[in-house]
């Protein structure tokens, strides 16, 4: 029977050319819009390199500091880490480094722009860069001030003209350093590893970054598991509580927190930054996405109720042949996921021109976009529930004609 369906679906999308391509490009446009998002949240929030182990991975990003007659909200500075994130229970690394900030060199003439980040040597163990040429920096380089940098692969050609770059000096906001590694271009939407340029904290121009509270600095606690979660959050909570402010008369109280990046970024988007809301972002997303989707799916289901209606008869002489609803109902359902599923196929092959086009474009620094299987496998669940959504009400309502209403070619 589902072979006869599908033979009466593709005989009906040929008879009417006009609405089988109004319903394609609504489906595929929906959906290559929809999948686009989806691939802008994965690439920012899923599990790429060399963030490969966010599943035990929690960052400190935010710090309001609150006095009696004032306070300020910044990124945590390297004192109030140093004395609050070391050695939390449940926390097997932990690193400091700079939020990434702009600085300028001067090569042969020519003034170049780089993101330099400042790190210690637990970062590359935390993290999994893809080398090109050399390793990383070590603890020990951070611990005796080495002037070392790793650098991206965009730095190496700007500088090198893509020649080896190992051993090789570069100017780097007025310091020079001594080039030990290359690693792959990170996309600047992935916010943590996100530089052209790595060299250590402790090669900074002066150390007034060890006694500031806040200000500049994000964290990086790799958990032994996710288990240990709650234990570390609860534990970094305990210790603000016993921060020694240099001047309490301005600040006495700190609130930040442990979080994963998504927790992070609900923190953000709340009116009340002292607190992360995931569910709530989670809650507007997928509600932004439903209501995306409701304005073609109600003209689809009047596209439906309108191709369905010319049908009419074909329904009338079924029903009097002893065709039941459901029977009814299972045909047009059938035709009508197939449809969307011709709809999904152009909204995939859309996205992947989009996300080419906005590769190529150089909006976003190094992002790479692909369609990856939790990309496909969203896609594939909004086109099969675009397809139920707009077609199964158009259908039920077609088949509880009566016959005789039916061969008239009624609507009631």
């Not at 599908?6 to 008879?15: D, G, S, T």
Request: proline share 5%; net charge positive.
């Amino acid at each position: 029977m589902l072979k006869n369906y599908i033979k009466i679906a593709f005989k009906v999308f040929l008879r009417r050319k006009f609405f089988t391509g109004i319903s394609l490009f609504a489906i595929g446009f929906t959906l290559m819009v929809l999948m686009v998002a989806t691939a802008f949240f994965d690439q920012i929030f899923g599990p790429f390199p060399p963030e490969k182990k966010l599943d035990r991975t929690l960052g400190i990003f935010f710090l309001r500091l609150k006095g009696p007659n004032s306070q300020s909200s910044s990124p945590p500075g390297y004192a109030l880490l140093d004395a609050s994130a070391r050695n939390l229970p449940g926390v097997e690394k932990a690193s400091f480094f700079t939020v990434p900030g702009i600085a300028y060199s001067y090569w042969k003439g020519e003034k170049i722009k780089s993101f330099l980040k400042r790190t210690d040597g637990e970062f590359w163990e935390i993290l999994e860069f893809d080398f090109i040429e050399g390793g990383p920096y070590t603890r020990d380089d951070e611990h005796n001030a080495n002037f070392v940098a790793v650098i991206n692969q965009s730095t190496r050609k700007r500088f090198f003209n893509d020649e080896s770059a190992l051993g090789r000096d570069i100017e780097v906001d007025g310091q020079r350093f001594r080039v030990v590694g290359v690693v792959k271009d990170v996309s600047i939407l992935r916010i943590v590893p996100f530089a052209d340029i790595w060299v250590p904290i402790s090669t900074s121009k002066t150390d007034a970054y060890r006694k500031q509270l806040g200000g500049g600095f994000w964290a990086m606690l790799l958990a032994r598991s996710a288990a240990d979660f709650s234990a570390i959050k609860e534990e970094y909570r305990s210790r603000l509580t016993q921060v020694e402010f240099p001047n309490p008369e301005e600040f006495n109280e700190a609130t930040s927190g442990a979080e994963t990046f998504f927790e992070f970024i609900s923190r953000m988007a709340s009116p009340d930054q002292t607190k992360n809301h995931p569910g709530m972002l989670l809650a507007v997303i997928v509600t932004l996405m439903v209501v995306f989707m409701i304005l073609p799916t109600v003209n689809l289901v009047n596209l439906n109720v309108s191709r369905i209606m010319e049908r009419a008869s074909e329904i009338g002489v079924r029903k009097a042949f002893g065709a039941s609803s459901l029977t009814l109902v299972g045909q047009f359902v059938v035709e009508n996921v197939l449809l969307t599923l011709a709809g999904g196929v152009i909204g995939f092959i859309g996205t992947l021109l989009a996300l080419a086009g906005l590769e190529s474009s150089g909006l976003i620094p190094y992002a790479e976009f692909y369609l990856n299987y939790r990309i496909f496998l969203y896609g594939l669940a909004l086109a099969v529930f675009f397809g139920l959504l707009s077609g199964v009400y158009p259908a039920w309502k077609m088949s509880r004609l009566h016959p005789v209403q039916a061969l008239k070619g009624g609507s009631r």
